[in-house]
């Protein structure tokens, strides 16, 4: 990573799109934790729809991200990445859970069948 007022130097210089990662504080109000959803689904049609994640520890203790603003795309055997993030920390998680909407509220409900799935904690890359 990069210092916050040097990340410009280091990104704008390329030609592609290019996305940045910011850390954040581990004390409020900016506590974040961040993971990568790496998910790979195997529905036959594409789906396009938000994820949310819910992360539970052998206690029994609950957070759950906040919905992504931008929808993402499933397609068949593709990977998507997905960044979440969570303003509690769970240091060893027993379940993870996702919600799959469309937000659309007429219409089919459709299901995301998911192949692989990867949860890596950006904060704590070797959990």
């Known amino acids: 990573g990069y210092h916050a007022d040097r990340w410009k130097k280091m990104l ?4 592609s799109p290019t996305k940045a990662y910011f850390d954040t504080s581990d004390k409020d109000p900016f506590c974040m934790y961040n993971y990568l959803l790496d998910i790979t689904t195997w529905n036959k049609s594409i789906r396009r729809g938000f994820i949310k994640v819910k992360i539970i520890d052998y206690a029994g203790n609950t957070v759950e991200s906040q919905m992504n603003s931008e ?9 998507v990445k997905i960044l979440t993030g969570f303003h509690q920390d769970i240091e060893k998680i027993a379940k993870i859970s996702l919600t799959f909407s469309t937000k659309n509220l ?5 299901k995301l069948r998911i192949l692989q799935m990867k949860l890596k904690s950006l904060n704590n890359p070797k959990r």
């Open 106 to 110: 007429i219409g089919p409900k459709h």
């Open 71 to 79: 929808a993402s795309t499933f397609q068949q055997y593709k990977r």
């Open 12 to 15: 704008i210089p390329y030609s």
